[in-house]
């Protein structure tokens, strides 16, 4: 490691075998501190590591590639696709392996793993486990079988470490951890490694257009109008509640918390005030990051998809940011005004004079109230500032190139590094066309997505033969009279004038397109407005021909293509890494440096791959600024230089300063934390576990006896559950394990754990009992139990955290409605009788469920259970008349006959073998089976009907 703090974990992991909890601060290279402690072990000794792979695969792609860098062999993955004896193979190989907890678990539990050559395991996101979590109970069980293996848990994410109540102390003890190691970025160690041989830092502060300052006020006081709102319901913590925390994906996750446990006993507008705060935060995100049209075109889908419901389009300040919006992109004018001041910029001029000239009847001062659109595609800030940035770094390297000075190792790679895929997207095409063509093309495709919405809307207004009013399809809309114009005929002229405007478009798309004809093929123009998905062809075509037309009229402008010098490197990049663009503007003599863009949501290792030399920071993120710390202090000798793009007081700074702060208060209550922390001394994974021996018997032992043998304890046999494989994606077979059950994973057919021969019992959450309501698939599961077992029955299990409702009691109604959940259940239960439904507040609620239900009852057999439900011979059980050959047709079709009911059916069918002993029987033997006379004469009636026959 050529950090120093990197070697000083190192050396404090090593020292304690029993292995610790790492939290250190984001951007200090996590995945090259794991990649070194993995180079450390030597396979050579035969013993196994195992890491288990983190949700974020990025981390993992990391730590393959700084491993493969030291050419070193990359650890492989064991996936669910390898068969059983492989995976036990790859075990006994003692190599390190990446895992999912859910196959570790299962092999653990089924001895596939041989757990006492086991060296450790790694964790790579102890930020997300809990007690219940599967990684807690591969650690209880690794540290049950074998005391000596560490464990080791790494997170980069110290907020997440102090949300809830003393979550580090509580996931320590659940990973039989005694140490806890902070390495927060203002560590001694780290500040001054990092600090020793900074870069070349300018920070440039961009000064927003008026209309984006007007965006950004509107916004803010829409989103305190909100939480103002919010605060009134008395139902959430107000200290949480604040604008500058409202910037923060983390916002929505504190007010959820809050609010889960009464969710259902909100109104809809508290509900709708959650969504609105989550809306207007994007809101805020969008309007830094992307162009003015993409805002608008943002404005108008949230205005279509949340109309009335929404809380915040209706607040004073709202109304201005969608003004505003428009403003940035275009204005209406008369189109008197329009012609006198027309510019080489705007279109149709000429035919908009003729189409006055030419409407018979009308004085010119008369149509001159026709409205037209006029462009004005704001520009962002940042483009113009971008590109002067480039030009200045080309004129350095002259500078340096006509010097003496050794440039041996600065390549003259420039990185601007953007927020997604969409931004290197946008950015690359305007530095490398025209900002304005770029506009111009967001505007023209913006248009044809409102042309090609009307038409989906009114698919008939093409058989018109004339059209009606006049002068649309010239790019004139006449204006109503004073007296007739109304608030509602405003928004109407501008959407007339706006669909003038896209005709106009879409007369000179097909005039090009004609023009161009078949021979020439679709350039190599990457967009980010680029339609995707099913769109119709004509307007596929349209497009196609608009953006060849624009390549066609910029003749001096190259294609993108990669350095030769550097391919290799970007090669190695994945798909989603950066972009690369060999740029000259057409109008300019200023040549450009060859510009790499990256995206920060891909997190990839983009740095050590290309070694840039100059760094834009387009979207500033703190993560990736601790990046370039560390690659600069990793690289004293190299120059690097970097460019910080910010906003001039806008959240954009007001977030970066933020989440800095944020982390800094986190490392401080950890600190606070570790100082006071209990963790017991004799932790060393014998002890923290709950097993049968310390839990269950505790109450019978109160109870026993003395007379009987002296009051010795009877030696208890071992309970056992058998769990279907997919279960374990839960929390639940770790807390029955805690209870001291034996967990058998097999794969089940029908039900998700088999407690005893007779009782099947299918889990659903409460989310997953809706959507199986929906998709129909919990009848089919219900019916399978109900022929398999004698007790089918249903788990509902709430979260904890939870309320232990469906809905407030106000909801509920007297009668059957098909939309309610109530009712589902009630006709699921009338449906099948013999259904038990059972309600658990909680996964350890559930435990004590299964444990008292298990009472009294014989161990379930793993290999019958297996074969139920099994579409073949081995499937059908002997001695079990509800096994395959339970006909659930004939059942259907004898409870449709008349006379047949509820009560009686199950009689008929103990009775009668078939329908058609059912058929034969006399009306008196029906009688004693259905229990009167009258039912069992309407049932022979319909048997002995005649069939109508024509004559």
Not at 38 to 47: C, R, V
Not at 79 to 84: H, K, N, Q, S, V
Not at 158 to 179: D, I
């Amino acid at each position: 490691m050529a950090l120093k703090f990197h070697q000083q974990i190192i050396s404090d992991l090593l020292e304690d075998s029993n292995g610790g909890l790492v939290i250190l601060s984001s951007g200090l290279s996590l995945a090259k501190l794991i990649a070194s402690l993995l180079i450390l072990h030597s396979p050579s000794q035969g013993t196994l590591l195992l890491l288990l792979s983190p949700a974020a695969q990025s981390l993992k792609s990391r730590i393959i590639h700084c491993i493969s860098s030291l050419d070193s062999p990359t650890p492989t993955e064991i996936t669910a696709d390898l068969p059983a004896n492989q995976r036990y193979s790859l075990y006994t190989s003692g190599s390190p392996f990446f895992i999912t907890p859910r196959i570790l678990i299962v092999d653990l539990l089924t001895q596939r793993i041989p757990v006492s050559s086991l060296a450790g395991i790694f964790i790579l996101n102890a930020h997300s486990l809990s007690e219940t979590s599967t990684e807690a109970f591969i650690v209880r069980i690794v540290k049950s079988l074998n005391g000596s293996a560490y464990i080791r848990a790494f997170s980069d994410r110290p907020q997440a470490m102090v949300s809830g109540f003393a979550k580090t102390e509580r996931t320590m003890r659940a990973l039989f951890l005694r140490r806890l190691h902070l390495w927060p970025r203002f560590q001694l160690d780290v500040s001054q490694e990092l600090e020793r041989e900074p870069p070349e830092v300018v920070d440039i502060r961009v000064s927003m257009s008026n209309y984006m300052v007007g965006i950004q006020k509107a916004i803010i006081e829409v989103m305190d109008a909100c939480l103002k709102e919010m605060k009134k319901t008395n139902k959430v913590d107000v200290d949480d509640l604040t604008v500058e925390s409202g910037l923060f994906k983390s916002f929505d996750e504190i007010v959820r918390r809050q609010l889960d446990p009464i969710w259902h006993t909100l109104g809809k507008r508290t509900k709708q005030l959650v969504s609105d705060l989550k809306t207007l935060r994007k809101l805020l995100d969008y309007l830094v990051r992307y162009d003015a049209v993409s805002f608008l075109k943002f404005l108008d889908t949230l205005r279509v998809s949340e109309s009335y419901r929404s809380v915040w389009l209706f607040a004073e300040s709202s109304y201005k940011i969608f003004d505003f919006a428009k403003k940035r992109v275009y204005r209406l004018v008369k189109a008197k005004e329009h012609v006198t001041n027309k510019s080489g910029k705007k279109r149709k001029s000429k035919s908009e004079s003729d189409s006055v000239e030419a409407v018979g009847g009308e004085t010119a001062t008369n149509v001159a109230t026709g409205v037209v659109v006029e462009e004005v595609l704001e520009e962002a800030p940042k483009w113009k500032v971008l590109r002067e940035i480039l030009e200045e770094t080309q004129e350095e390297r002259k500078k340096q190139a006509f010097s003496e000075e050794d440039n041996s190792d600065n390549n003259g790679i420039v990185l601007v590094a953007c927020k997604d895929e969409r931004s290197c997207m946008q950015l690359e095409d305007c530095i490398t066309n025209n900002p304005q063509k770029v506009m111009r093309e967001e505007w023209e495709m913006y248009l044809l997505s409102k042309t090609e919405l009307r038409s989906m809307q009114t698919p008939q207004k093409k058989k018109q033969k004339t059209p009606k009013g006049f002068g649309i399809l010239d790019g004139v809309v006449p204006v109503t009279t004073i007296q007739n114009s109304e608030g509602s005929s405003v928004g109407r002229q501008e959407h007339e004038a706006l669909m003038a405007a896209a005709s106009s478009i879409h007369k000179l798309g097909k005039t090009t397109d004609m023009a161009l004809g078949n021979n020439n093929p679709e350039p190599h123009v990457e967009k980010a407005s680029c339609t995707k998905g099913k769109a119709k062809k004509d307007s596929t075509s349209l497009r196609r021909s608009i953006r060849s037309c624009n390549k066609k009229k910029e003749n001096s402008k190259p294609e993108i293509l990669a350095g030769p010098e550097n391919e290799e490197k970007a090669s190695e990049a994945s798909t989603s890494g950066p972009r690369e663009a060999n740029v000259v503007h057409s109008s300019s003599a200023k040549k450009l440096p060859h510009v790499h863009f990256y995206a920060l949501e891909s997190d990839q290792p983009i740095l050590d791959i290309l070694k840039p030399s100059v760094i834009i920071v387009y979207h500033p993120d703190m993560g990736f600024v601790r990046e370039i710390e560390v690659y600069k202090a990793e690289n004293p000798l190299r120059k690097l230089k970097v460019y910080f793009l910010f906003y001039d007081e806008s959240t954009e700074v007001q977030k970066f300063e933020a989440s800095i702060r944020r982390e800094n208060e986190a490392f401080e209550s950890l600190i606070r934390q570790k100082s006071s922390m209990m963790i017991p001394v004799d932790q060393d994974g014998l002890c923290m576990g709950s097993n049968s021996s310390t839990e269950f018997p505790a109450s019978s032992t109160q109870n026993s006896l003395t007379r009987k043998a002296g009051g010795r304890k009877e030696m208890e046999k071992e309970t056992q559950v058998i769990v279907d494989m997919r279960e374990f994606m839960s929390s639940l077979p770790n807390v029955l394990h805690q209870k001291g059950m034996k967990i058998i994973p097999v794969t089940l057919e029908v039900g998700d754990y088999i407690l005893s021969p007779s009782i099947c019992v299918e889990r659903k959450s409460i989310q997953d009992l809706f959507q199986s309501f929906t998709s129909g698939r919990l009848f089919h599961q219900v019916e399978m139990m109900s022929r398999y077992y004698r007790i089918p029955v249903l788990l509902i299990e709430f979260s904890q955290d939870k309320s232990f409702s469906f809905q407030s009691a106000s909801d509920i109604s007297d009668d059957v409605t098909p939309y309610n959940i109530i009712s589902k259940l009630s006709l699921l239960v009338l449906h099948f009788p013999r259904l038990r439904i059972l309600w658990s507040r909680s996964l350890h609620a559930t435990a004590e469920i299964f444990t008292t239900l298990k009472s009294n009852q014989d161990e379930p057999d793993e290999t019958r259970a297996v074969r139920v439900g099994v579409p073949s011979e081995e499937g059908i059980i002997e001695n079990d008349i509800r096994a395959e050959n339970y006909n659930t047709s004939a059942v259907e079709f004898l409870r449709r006959l008349p006379g047949v009911s509820d009560a009686n059916y199950r009689t008929i069918m103990e009775k009668c073998k078939s329908l058609a002993e059912l058929a034969s029987l006399p009306v008196e033997t029906l009688a004693e089976l259905m229990g009167g006379h009258k039912v069992a004469k309407s049932l022979r009636e319909f048997l002995d009907a005649k069939y109508p026959t024509l004559l």
